[in-house]
């Protein structure tokens, strides 16, 4: 073969790789899933559970950054049901977010198939049922996203990789709360915390050899304090972002946050215990499961190790510490992007105030004086289809205002690509939890008191840990930066059920007045339509 028909066919194979990469998806994986009840005795008494396939929680969701997630969920139960993916950004696709504001819910004996992506997402995760109170009976799962073989970790690869779900629970069903929660209530303490749905089990690991722990607060309303006793624990991942690699000898996870520690078995072969207690409450329910070294001879023993005595101050000292690690990879090659969160003004400030009224002589929950309300329809079809009457783009401030508190479809609207700071400030003297559906944001502050203007010069403008679940202090306030690059209908929410379910919650939206699929996409062949929406067809 002569020199130039070589040259040409080395080319011609080359054209025809380089096509074919551009035109190859992302793999696809499939998934059927059928939630039913079932019984089961998380706390030594039987009662009625949600199961996922079975299972209670549900089956671990293992997946690689950017697959294609196909997930027909079959709804078995005596209620309609959704599933949300807790911290996945749903690129461009709110449509598969999950919860009321932007899906029908699936009624029972139909399914739905979610199709969605965990796009440029690596991290520890969960998935849980938004619909009515059905978080407390179960339902929920872990979800964790790794990375692709070509994008590096800031840490070797652990021996193994546990994920814990942690959380309180009630014996009480799930159905007798929100009777509860419906007569204008609030919910009485917990009765237990569960460790992956039991109150004890075993972690077995070889010593000297270093293990990955995901850890997620599944729970309703109550932080938790995590600990393993004599080990210490080298915090590498939060929510989706490598932090710096501080080492901890326990760690406040609050209401839906997740995180990943890696842990090394370099003490004495023994067992050990794993401990999860209440934090801020002033009965100190404790769960215990095990840390079983492979060749120990020597079970656990003794007191089981005490949580932080000091309280809000240390976690609020404990909080600070956490910083995003610049110098990482994450599911991209270059996570910082094009720009740095420190070095844009904010378009606007919202201020959000959560409050706990008494309306119509119930007890309610509140934020800036408006309580939510859930109207028949999403309110992303009622955008899609433009249905008048379901909410309005005035129903409520950006700052809390001195009217007296009343029920309403919140929506927040907002432009897409404005950078925003939103400031959650807590007046009352409890431990809040804000989580953000859509996005991850930058939490640049803490602080006691009340917010003011002048309160930015306390912000972290440099490695500020991005995140979509942050804590806010009682009688304190909590400041994020969030860029809207991800066009749609959000849930900005109480990541505490009771209060998400009481009205703590609004709906962020996010718009653009051109249609392209650049910045959203269509509406799903197979959406359910409800409400308003009921009798309209797909375009």
């Known amino acids: 073969?002569?020199?130039?028909?070589?040259?040409?066919?080395?080319?011609?194979?080359?054209?025809?790789?380089?096509?074919?990469?551009?035109?190859?998806?992302?793999?696809?994986?499939?998934?059927?899933?059928?939630?039913?009840?079932?019984?089961?005795?998380?706390?030594?008494?039987?009662?009625?559970?949600?199961?996922?396939?079975?299972?209670?929680?549900?089956?671990?969701?293992?997946?690689?950054?950017?697959?294609?997630?196909?997930?027909?969920?079959?709804?078995?139960?005596?209620?309609?049901?959704?599933?949300?993916?807790?911290?996945?950004?749903?690129r461009k696709n709110s449509w598969q977010d999950g919860v009321l504001g932007t899906n029908c819910p699936?009624?029972?004996?139909?399914?739905?198939?979610?199709?969605?992506?965990?796009?440029?997402?690596?991290?520890?995760?969960?998935?849980?049922?938004?619909?009515?109170?059905?978080?407390?009976?179960?339902?929920?799962?872990?979800?964790?996203?790794?990375?692709?073989?070509?994008i590096p970790v800031p840490y070797a690869k652990p021996a193994g990789d546990f994920s814990l779900l942690i959380g309180d629970w009630y014996k009480t069903s799930h159905k007798a709360l929100r009777q509860i929660l419906d007569s204008g209530k609030s919910l009485p303490f917990p009765d237990g915390l569960l460790i992956n749905g039991q109150r004890q089990s075993t972690f077995t690991g070889d010593q000297g050899k270093t293990y990955m722990f995901r850890i997620s607060n599944v729970g309703l309303k109550t932080t938790i304090n995590f600990?393993?006793?004599?080990?210490?624990?080298?915090?590498?991942?939060?929510?989706?972002?490598?932090?710096?690699?501080?080492?901890?000898?326990?760690?406040?996870?609050?209401?839906?946050?997740?995180?990943?520690?890696?842990?090394?078995?370099?003490?004495?072969?023994?067992?050990?215990?794993?401990?999860?207690?209440?934090?801020?409450?002033?009965?100190?329910?404790t769960s215990t499961s095990v840390l079983h070294y492979t060749n120990s001879q020597t079970p656990v023993s003794g007191p089981v190790p005490a949580g932080p005595v000091n309280q809000f101050q240390w976690s609020l000292m404990q909080a600070r510490t956490i910083r995003w690690n610049l110098t990482s990879n994450a599911a991209r090659p270059n996570p910082q992007g094009s720009f740095h969160y420190g070095k844009i003004t904010p378009s606007r400030t919202i201020l959000l105030a959560n409050s706990a009224p008494l309306i119509n002589g119930k007890q309610r929950y509140a934020v800036n004086g408006i309580s939510y309300i859930h109207p028949d329809t999403p309110l992303k079809l009622a955008d899609h289809f433009n249905i008048p009457g379901v909410f309005t783009l005035d129903s409520i401030r950006s700052a809390p205002t001195a009217d007296s508190p009343h029920l309403a479809t919140a929506v927040l609207p907002s432009s897409l690509h404005e950078f925003l700071e939103i400031v959650f400030q807590n007046n009352e003297d409890t431990m809040q939890s804000w989580h953000l559906d859509g996005y991850d944001f930058w939490v640049v502050g803490f602080g006691s008191g009340t917010w003011t203007q002048a309160s930015r010069k306390g912000y972290n403008l440099v490695d500020a840990l991005t995140r979509h679940t942050t804590q806010v202090y009682p009688k304190s306030w909590t400041a994020i930066f969030v860029s809207l690059d991800n066009q749609g209908m959000w849930n900005l929410r109480s990541a505490m059920w009771d209060r998400q379910y009481l009205g703590q919650q609004v709906y962020l939206r996010v718009y653009n007045p051109t249609a392209s699929l650049a910045n959203e996409y269509d509406i799903p062949t197979n959406a359910l339509l409800c409400g308003k929406a009921a009798a309209l067809r797909h375009p």
């Not at 293992?62 to 294609?68: A, E, M, Q, R, S």
């Not at 139909?110 to 998935?127: A, E, H, V």
């Open 1 to 90: 073969m002569g020199k130039l028909a070589l040259l040409h066919l080395l080319c011609g194979i080359f054209i025809f790789w380089a096509v074919s990469v551009v035109k190859a998806e992302d793999p696809y994986k499939y998934f059927t899933w059928t939630a039913t009840y079932g019984m089961a005795s998380p706390l030594g008494t039987p009662q009625q559970v949600i199961l996922i396939n079975g299972q209670f929680p549900g089956p671990r969701l293992d997946l690689v950054t950017n697959d294609n997630i196909v997930l027909n969920l079959i709804n078995k139960l005596d209620e309609p049901l959704l599933l949300t993916w807790n911290g996945i950004k749903q």
């Open 106 to 150: 699936i009624p029972p004996n139909r399914n739905y198939i979610y199709k969605f992506q965990p796009k440029d997402q690596i991290g520890s995760y969960t998935y849980f049922p938004s619909t009515q109170l059905h978080r407390a009976a179960g339902g929920f799962g872990v979800l964790n996203v790794y990375a692709r073989s070509v």
């Open 227 to 285: 600990r393993i006793q004599g080990h210490k624990m080298k915090l590498v991942e939060v929510e989706g972002s490598h932090v710096i690699q501080n080492l901890y000898d326990s760690f406040d996870v609050h209401v839906g946050q997740s995180l990943s520690i890696l842990v090394t078995l370099d003490q004495s072969p023994k067992d050990y215990y794993i401990v999860a207690s209440t934090r801020f409450t002033t009965t100190v329910l």
